[in-house]
């Protein structure tokens, strides 16, 4: 029989508050109630989890902070604006923009101009992470802990390749691609291109683990190319 905790074992285990466990558990239909107080079994604190997403505990750092990173890291070219990032990091645009604001003040972010392709070359406002800064190399392993929002995950989601990507498919139907059914297509092209912005899309996570190993199997990919696609794979 699953063993099961309270609500605020979940809040504390989860390094959230006990309003918003509450609010996620009435969202999701699950816990029972044990005289007057609710209890998750194992099952219902995975749920619970996948849905609120998990920082670690940190005194330096909070909780918003490390998702708005967490999101970043998953985007390693950066994303253009606050709205942007709060989509991807499941928390508010207001949000994130003060988070963005004390990360940028501790030297974990920057907000360079980049120019990037787009049909033709233009010059873009974006956030990043501060890649070779000490203060983010202190903080790396807890952000790679970090787990977002599933629902963050859900309304982010993309079914075709980015707009930025468009000059690597110039030969097909480009609104007929899909990242499901074509996955393995679209890794293997990638891959072939050593295109910078196309390899950091796929080490984003954007194509499966089984696409990714498909499109090592494919006829004419080098060992090098293949290696990476397995790589990558294996870190999902």
Known sequence: MDSTISTTEAAQALNT??????????????????GHRR?????????????????PDREDIGREELFVLAALRQHSLGLRSARAVARVAGVSPTTASRALARLENKGYVV???????????KEVELWEINWSSPAWRSLESDVRGTVLPARAAAGHAATSPPKYLDHLFWNVDRSSLNLDSDGAFIALRILGSLDLQ???????????????????????ISPRQKDFALNLARQM
């Open 17 to 34: 508050t006990l309003p918003r466990v509450h609010r996620s558990l009435s969202r999701l239909g699950i816990g029972t109630l044990d």
């Open 39 to 55: 209890k998750l079994t194992d099952g219902d604190f995975k749920r619970l989890r996948a849905d609120l997403g998990f920082a």
């Open 111 to 121: 907000h360079p101009v980049r120019r990037v392709v787009e049909g033709a070359v």
């Open 198 to 220: 196309g390899l950091s899309w796929l080490a984003s996570g954007a194509i499966s683990k089984e696409n990714l190993r498909r499109a090592s199997r494919s006829r004419g």
